[in-house]
């Protein structure tokens, strides 16, 4: 599980990666930068993100959509007061910011709301989401006035 919070202009994440009730990792990398200067965060399956880079990276193209796992889902931010939720069919929905997705979603977004950092978020609701926790990284984009359109 993971605990996944952005402004719309930092993109921040917890680093566990759990196998049932295992935790395998606490460093994980979840939130990179695409090569178009947006930036991305996942939750759910580690393999399908390397598939979702790579789709994003290569322009979103329609004839070649990655396979990902059911639990995946990806938030693309690109500066702006909006982000794109993928779900694993790629399905897009634009979405209001501060947004948060994962298990700690209720404690990431109530912590914006009160004014913390998306990194300060995922820390918050690390303290209590149970599936959430080790190395918070983040990335910043640019600001910009006018969201990316989600598609080629």
């Given at each position: 599980m993971t605990t996944l919070a952005t402004d719309g202009r930092t993109?921040?994440?917890?680093?566990?990666?759990?196998?049932?009730?295992?935790?395998?990792?606490?460093?994980?990398?979840k939130v990179f930068r695409l090569k178009d200067g947006r930036a991305f965060g996942f939750a759910g399956c580690l393999a399908s993100d390397y598939q979702f880079k790579w789709?994003?990276?290569?322009?979103?193209?329609?004839?070649?959509?990655?396979?990902?796992?059911?639990d995946f889902s990806a938030v693309v931010i690109d500066g702006s007061k909006t982000v794109l939720v993928f779900d694993h069919m790629l399905r897009t929905m634009t979405m209001p910011v501060p947004y948060a997705t994962g298990s700690g979603r209720q404690y990431a977004v109530t912590a914006m709301d009160l004014g913390f950092t998306p990194k300060e978020a995922v820390k918050a609701a690390c303290k209590r989401d149970v599936w959430s926790s080790g190395t918070i990284r983040a990335i910043t984009v640019k600001a910009k006035?006018?969201?990316?359109?989600?598609l080629p």
């Amino acid at each position: 599980m993971t605990t996944l919070a952005t402004d719309g202009r930092t993109i921040a994440a917890d680093g566990q990666i759990t196998c049932g009730d295992t935790i395998e990792d606490t460093n994980a990398t979840k939130v990179f930068r695409l090569k178009d200067g947006r930036a991305f965060g996942f939750a759910g399956c580690l393999a399908s993100d390397y598939q979702f880079k790579w789709w994003a990276d290569n322009g979103m193209s329609l004839e070649e959509l990655p396979t990902l796992s059911e639990d995946f889902s990806a938030v693309v931010i690109d500066g702006s007061k909006t982000v794109l939720v993928f779900d694993h069919m790629l399905r897009t929905m634009t979405m209001p910011v501060p947004y948060a997705t994962g298990s700690g979603r209720q404690y990431a977004v109530t912590a914006m709301d009160l004014g913390f950092t998306p990194k300060e978020a995922v820390k918050a609701a690390c303290k209590r989401d149970v599936w959430s926790s080790g190395t918070i990284r983040a990335i910043t984009v640019k600001a910009k006035d006018k969201p990316s359109t989600p598609l080629p």
